[in-house]
């Protein structure tokens, strides 16, 4: 057996049932609905590297402002203007109108990303990527083409990206489809269960560990992503979490 490096995701909870993190060099997709806390999952995975591991991390935003985006990533704790400066944290804000260039800048990015030693990449989102193609073919020769392009970065990376149509019971699937492409796929819900919403993380697959297939209860405090096992402590946590912070 070969031991396989892994990193922290800044989700102790998480850390725990991949068997220690995630594994170095991964490509993970991040899935889920419209405000299920993908986008803060990936800022909870640069603060781990930037504040515990002294990582630089590199945000390609297609959607994403940089400004407010930074601003949520000050509410965790980071001093943005401190760590842009220091090339800590390098954003880079990339419009959907100019997205099929980017392939055209691979080898640039590639270039920057080994000058300021990046360590961990989050790409959000992904999804206008499966909208670039005319037909499957096409659509499915890119994403690889891209997903060979990032393995050559040598670096850990998440790919946000919005959920496709699937049935309740069926395994979750994005609309691009890249996540039959990478080495991992995390589904992010939201459901509404007796007229409250209940938010739930599900590992779909993650090449290099070993996990017990369920659906593990979470909540989004000040902080990011808390994983809940159980109701009960659910509930007591989250009031006391909830009241410490202002929201009771």
Known sequence: MIDMEKIKSGIKELDKILGGGIPKENITVISGGVGT????????????????????G??????????????HMQELGLNIKKLEEEKKLIFIEFPVSELEQLFEQEDAIKTMI?????????IDPITPFGLLQKNELEKRQNLLHFIAKV??????????????????????????????????????????????????????????????????????????????????????KTQKIHKKEGYL
């Open 37 to 56: 806390g993908k986008s803060t999952l990936g800022m909870q995975f640069l603060e781990e590297g930037i504040k515990n591991n002294d990582e630089t």
């Open 151 to 236: 393995r050559t970065w040598g670096t850990t990376t998440l790919l946000i990206g919005e959920d496709g149509r699937f049935k309740e019971n069926d395994i979750p699937k994005t609309v691009s489809g890249i996540e039959n492409f990478t080495d991992g796929f995390i589904h992010l819900s939201n459901k509404l269960e007796n007229r409250k919403r209940r938010r739930g993380l599900e590992i779909v697959k993650m090449r290099g560990c070993c996990f017990e297939e369920k659906i593990y209860d979470f909540i989004i405090t000040k902080k990011g992503i808390e994983i809940i096992e159980n109701d009960t402590v659910k509930t007591k």
């Open 58 to 71: 590199l945000y390609i935003s297609f959607e994403e402002k940089k400004i407010p985006t930074l601003k």
């Open 114 to 122: 080994e000058t300021t030693d990046v360590k961990r990449v989050v």
